[in-house]
C-alpha cells in the first residue's frame, strides 16, 4: 500500500488511494481541506468506492461521456474542461470526483461550498494546485456570492485577483495559475447561478440507481468487507435502498450486523428482510421518516396542502433535509405530490398506511384532493 503523503498544518491530507491507481502510474494526491470538507456521510463509504472508472456500477451514460472527454484531454494533454455534477445525494458525485482525477493522473483537492469563507480561503486551495489538477467543491450551489464571484476569472482565464490592504490604500494585482478543472457537486441545480451554470463545459445529470445495479453494488461492497451474501440478501438490500448507493452499503453494514448476531453471519433474503425490518426499513423502502412526513400530511394536515416550514415542524426536521433527502424519493415513487399550495399525500400514502380515502371536499383545498383522487369533476 502507497503510504500516506505528509500532512499540512491541519493535518487532513491524505493519499487518493480511493480514486485508484491512472494507467498504473503514481496515485494522485488528495487533500481534503477541512474536516467539513466531505459529507460525512461518504466517509464510512471511503473503502467500497472504485479504483477505476470502468468498475463503477451505474450510470452508464456519464460513465462513458466522462471517458471520451478524459481520453480527448489526456490525448491534448489539457486540463479537463470544468465538470458539474448533479442529482440527489449519495449517488456518486464525490466518488466520480476521485475517479476523474484517478484517470487523468492528477492531483486533486476537496472542499465544500460552505466553508469557503472569503477569497483567501479559496486562492490558497488555487495557487497550490499542480499543473491540470483537479479542485472539487461539494454543495457549489451554498458559496457565498463574494467567493463566486472571485472564482469566475479563475475559470475562465486562469487568473485571480488579490487585493492587499484596505480604503484608499488597497492594491490590487493579477495572479497567473496553473490550468485546472473546477469539479462542482450539487443536490440543488436550480439554485446555482446562470453566470455559475454556463462556465461549466460538462454538465452530468445523475439519477437513482436501478434495483439490479444497486444488487451488484452491495455484492461487490459485500465481497470487499468479507460479508457472506446469497444473491437474494443482495437484491432485499437493493429493492429497499431508494435507488441510492450509499444507502444500500450503509443498509448492508448494519444487515451484517444483525446477521452476525442473530443467524449465522450469511445473509440470505430472510435474513436480510429480518434485518431491515428492526430498522424500520419497508418493503418498499420507506424508512421511519418517511413514514413520519407522509402521516403528519394524512393526520395533521388532513391530507394537505401544506407547506414545507409547517410540515418540517411537525416532523422535527430541518426543511432543507425534508426537500432534498426525503421528498425526491415520495415523489417519485408517487405517496407526495407538490402543489403549488404545499405537499399534498396521495392515493398510494392513504392505501400503504391503511387510512380511509378523504371524502370530496369543497374549495381550494378540495380542488387540489379531488384532482388528486380522481374525483375533482
Known sequence: MTAPGPPDRSGHTRNAGDAGDAGGGTRPRTEVTTP???????????????????????????????????????????????????????????????????????????????????????????????????????????LRPVIEEFLYPAMEDYRIEIRLGDGPRVETFSMKLERFTLVGATTRFGLLTAPMRARFGVVERLGYYPPAELARIVTRSASLLEIPITPGGAEEIARRARGTPRIANRLLRR?????????????????????????????????EMDARVLK????????????????????????????????????????????????????????????????EREGSEGGAQGALFGDGG
Open 36 to 142: 467539513e470538507a466531505v459529507d460525512s456521510d461518504e466517509r464510512p463509504d471511503a473503502s467500497l468506492r472504485p479504483r477505476r472508472l470502468d468498475e463503477f456500477i451505474g450510470q452508464a451514460r456519464v460513465k462513458e461521456s466522462l471517458s471520451v472527454f478524459v481520453e480527448a484531454a489526456l490525448g491534448r494533454e489539457e486540463a479537463l474542461d470544468h465538470t458539474l455534477f448533479y442529482g440527489p445525494p449519495g449517488l456518486g458525485k464525490t466518488t466520480l470526483a476521485l475517479l476523474l482525477a484517478g484517470e487523468l493522473g492528477v492531483g486533486i483537492k476537496l472542499t465544500s461550498g460552505p466553508v469557503l469563507e472569503k477569497p483567501g480561503d479559496l486562492a490558497g486551495l488555487l495557487t497550490n494546485l499542480p499543473p491540470r489538477g483537479i479542485l472539487f467543491i461539494d454543495e457549489i450551489h451554498r
Open 255 to 287: 444487515v451484517r450486523d444483525y446477521a452476525q448476531v442473530r443467524s449465522e453471519g450469511t445473509i440470505d433474503s430472510g435474513t436480510a428482510e429480518k434485518g431491515l425490518t428492526l430498522l424500520n426499513v419497508d418493503e418498499y423502502g420507506l424508512d
Open 296 to 359: 403528519a400530511i394524512i393526520e395533521t394536515f388532513e391530507g394537505g396542502p401544506v407547506g414545507l416550514a409547517s410540515l418540517a415542524v411537525a416532523v422535527g426536521e430541518d426543511a432543507g433535509t425534508l426537500e432534498e433527502v426525503y421528498e425526491p424519493y415520495l415523489i417519485q415513487n408517487g405517496y407526495m405530490q407538490r402543489t403549488a399550495r404545499g405537499r399534498v399525500a396521495t392515493r398510494k400514502a392513504y392505501e400503504r398506511f391503511g387510512y380511509a380515502l378523504p371524502s
